[in-house]
């Protein structure tokens, strides 16, 4: 969490310098994404490296015995990780043609995601463990519970968010001295766009609980259908996809809640989707 934290930090500071500060428009957004990538991966190497010393030379046969079950989990953990940057890049495209204002608005909004909903983030990496070592010791009476309280943890989360976002909209726009176009943008995403959200809760929550239960395809398609119904396609319909984006968002969030909810039709000594 630090580490994106970092990121979304730092870009969110060189864009107001760069993009504001010394009016270099979309170049500057662009500049302030590169460096902020190389900010995120000083944190991470530090922390990688010199604090935890994870890294070493692997042993040849031990590599691959643990390739092939790695990989099994791994690959689609990582499609399903590479659904929004593929989906963030159409928009921005599309973004690119009402002009500058609208990338620097469409930038900042990026940058306002993950430092207002990094606990939203954080708690699908927290909670996949939880369900993974439950899930193992037979205790799925907890896994459900985890779920449950997963849910509604992140509900409450983004309904706060929004709330805060909506009542200091323009303090935000203000900070980044947005104008136009750009303004526009940011209302937009207080106001509303904000608050599909809510149905990303449950979509992180599902994509946690599908990894860390032997269901990894599962995610990488709810997280692929989501993001790409919800962004992709409405916004090559719409001149203004946003909207659509949050309905896309919300039937992903709901289709995922409905197949994560299947464990409410089991047995308590069962455990969930099927497992054995």
Known sequence: MFVMLAGAVATAILDLFLIFGFNLGITGAAIANVLSRFA?????????????????????????????PFAAIGGAAVLTQLATPAAS????????????????????????????????????????????????AGRFDRVRQALR?????????????WLLLALFRNQISGLFSAHGEAHQ?????????AGSFLFNGPLFVSNAAFNNLGYPVLATLFNWAARQSGCCLSSGMVPDGTVRRGTGRMGGGRRCVRRCSNYRLLPPNQPPFGGN
């Open 149 to 161: 309280d997963a849910l509604i943890v992140s509900t409450v989360y983004v309904a706060t968010v």
């Open 185 to 193: 943008l940011i209302l937009f995403f207080c106001l509303i766009a």
């Open 40 to 68: 995120l991966l000083a944190l991470g190497f530090h922390g990688v490296v010199i604090i935890h010393r994870l890294v070493s030379i692997p042993d040849r046969k031990r590599l691959f015995a643990a390739l092939v």
């Open 89 to 136: 890049a159409f928009v921005t495209a599309r973004m690119a043609d009402f002009g500058d204002a609208a990338v620097a608005g469409w930038t900042v909004v990026g940058r306002l995601v993950p430092i207002a909903f990094s606990a939203l983030f954080a708690l699908s990496g927290t909670v996949g463990p939880i369900l993974g070592q439950n899930f193992g």
